[in-house]
Structures are given as structure tokens and as C-alpha cells.
């Protein structure tokens, strides 16, 4: 992992086309052969300000937005050549641009889930957009090409028992797909929020918390936290809830939060303490049905569309924080 590739050396030794972030191989038939996914995630901070959507590697994930700059997207063309690894174990060579047509090699990659969601492009208006995450497998040295089926067909085998709702992403509210509950205003926000440092995030969490009436709000020591990024209580006025402790943990990612990192939380909690998981992406199906288990002490969800509704009410400017 780790080596550098001109873009002639990739074209040539992968028989893929010249240009693209989405590149597949087929064969006689039309049936995919192989992928490579052409990334820009390692210059995230330099293009923030221009596009806070940017493609972004966070614990091994690559979140990656589909083609098509302009107007919503559609599952067709390449887009959809992306799907096809649910079914078969086609191989997807990950690419980080290092710019002069340079790319650095990353690994193969594991479709996780797909899903839409809406995002704010450069003229301040919604767009509908399908968002992809891969896991990267880098833990491979070398991956010779006429081998690379055969290790992608291993690392698909091993998938989670609960895949099927690990892979779907939901909404937290009533209505029934996340598109159907983004406004303008909300997600304006929500770009806001993913541009800011993730431990200046933990300290805007905290003011927000405040603003909301909770009291001894206390940021966590990085070191020391155990997984609990904030600390509160409920106010004595609160009739029924009062002094209640409550613990949170806060991410500020792009990737969608599964049922591993719900579980992960609600094992560092203090046995007195209510959990609050709060991030800037969505939550799985399978994150969800974890954090409402019947026989273990129910964590409250905020996704990053709630989240935002929250912060537009207290009426703090997430734009102070970068």
C-alpha cells in the first residue's frame, strides 16, 4: 500500500478508461471485471471551503459521493456499476489523487451501503445525491491483479451476519427516507457542522448542550474519555429529570454509525449515566434497533439532520467554530 502510480500506469496495467472517478473494466459480455475508484479524500482540508461534501477517509471508510456535479444524481452508468459488487465479488482499486496525475495506491475496497441524501451545492440550492462508503482494505500489501477476485471474494465472505441492516441507512423521524426530511436551511446547517475540527465539534456540542438548560457540561480529557466525549446534568427545574447524568458521544463524521460503534458507547457509560450518541452523518438500521435493544438501557440517537434542527433552535453559528 502506500505506492505511487502515474495515471498512464494505471490505464494501461487495469485496461480502464482515461478520465473519471468511477473507471470500470468489463468483458466481452458487459460484465464488470474489475473498478477503480478515483478519490480526492486525501486533499479533504485543502477543498473544504470550496465543497464540505468532499469524499473523506474516517477509520478505515471511505464516504464517497457519486458522479455528476451538477443537478440530482441518478443510480445509472458508472454509479451503477458500483452495485454490482452486492452480488458479485468484483474488485474496486482505490486511488487517492496526489495531483500532477500521480495516485497513491490505497487498497481494495468493500462496498458497505449506498444511500440519497440531499446536500447544498455551490449556487445554495438542494440536490439530490447518492453517497457511497467503502471499507478499505490496506491491511493487503499486494494485491496481484489476477488474484485480486479471488481476495475480494474473501474479505466479502466475512461480512457482518446483520449485513442487511448494517447496510441500510434510515431516517429519524417519521417520514421514511432521508431525502423526504432534508430542508434547505437544515442541511445548510449540517455543512457547517462537518467542516469544523472534530475536537472543536466536542466543544460546540457542548455549548449547544448548555443552551438546552443542562448544567456541569464538561468536555472529556481526549486521553481519558473511554469513549464519553461530554459530560451534563439535567437541571434541578427539570420535574422529571432532574440531576439526571447524562454522557455523550459525538462524532463529526461523513460515515453512517452502525450498530459496533452504539454498542462500543453504551459499554463505556457510567452506570448511572443516560447515553446520547450524536453525529453528523446517519445511523443504520442496525445502529438503531442496538441502541432501542429491550433488555439493554436504551441510547438516544441524534443524526445530523436532528442535530442540526437543534442547532438552528438554540440559535448558535457553527461558522464561529472553524
Not at 244 to 270: C, E, M, P, Y
Request: hydrophobic fraction near 35%; include cysteine.
Amino acid at each position: 500500500m502506500g505506492e505511487k502510480y502515474t495515471n498512464d500506469q494505471i490505464r494501461f496495467a487495469l485496461e480502464l478508461e482515461n478520465l473519471g472517478g468511477i473507471r470500470p473494466a468489463v468483458d466481452g459480455t458487459k460484465n464488470l471485471r474489475h473498478l477503480a475508484i478515483m478519490t480526492a479524500a486525501h486533499t479533504y482540508h485543502k477543498n473544504v471551503a470550496e465543497n464540505p461534501y468532499n469524499d473523506r477517509i474516517e477509520n478505515g471508510v471511505l464516504t464517497y459521493t457519486a458522479q455528476g456535479r451538477r443537478g440530482d444524481q441518478e443510480i445509472t452508468g458508472r454509479n451503477r456499476r458500483i452495485l454490482e459488487q452486492y452480488l458479485s465479488p468484483a474488485p474496486f482499486y482505490c486511488f487517492a489523487n496526489e495531483g500532477r496525475q500521480v495516485y497513491e495506491f490505497l487498497g481494495l475496497l468493500e462496498l458497505l451501503r449506498h444511500y440519497q441524501e440531499q446536500q447544498i451545492d455551490s449556487t445554495s440550492e438542494l440536490r439530490a445525491v447518492w453517497v457511497f462508503e467503502f471499507r478499505i482494505h490496506s491491511e493487503i500489501d499486494r494485491v496481484p491483479i489476477a488474484y485480486a477476485r479471488e481476495l475480494t471474494a474473501t474479505f466479502l465472505a466475512n461480512r457482518e451476519t446483520s449485513i442487511s441492516e448494517e447496510r441500510e441507512v434510515v431516517a429519524l423521524s417519521a417520514k421514511t427516507t432521508i431525502a423526504d426530511v432534508t430542508s434547505s436551511e437544515v442541511e445548510h446547517i449540517r455543512s457547517q457542522l462537518i467542516q469544523i475540527d472534530p475536537f472543536r465539534f466536542e466543544s460546540f456540542v457542548r455549548d449547544v448542550v448548555e443552551r438546552r438548560g443542562f448544567e456541569r457540561v464538561t468536555v472529556t480529557r481526549a486521553t481519558q474519555d473511554g469513549g464519553i466525549d461530554l459530560d451534563a446534568y439535567a437541571p434541578e427545574s427539570d420535574y422529571f429529570f432532574s440531576r439526571t447524568h447524562v454522557q455523550f458521544q459525538v462524532k463529526r463524521w461523513r460515515h453512517s454509525v452502525g450498530s459496533v460503534d452504539i454498542n462500543s458507547f453504551r459499554g463505556a457509560l457510567s452506570s448511572t449515566a443516560k447515553g446520547v450518541f450524536i453525529t453528523t452523518s446517519h445511523f443504520t438500521r442496525a445502529a438503531v434497533r442496538e441502541a432501542q435493544h429491550q433488555t439493554k438501557p436504551v441510547i438516544s440517537l441524534l443524526d445530523g439532520l436532528k442535530f442540526s434542527e437543534l442547532v438552528r433552535d438554540v440559535g448558535l453559528d457553527a461558522e464561529t467554530y472553524w
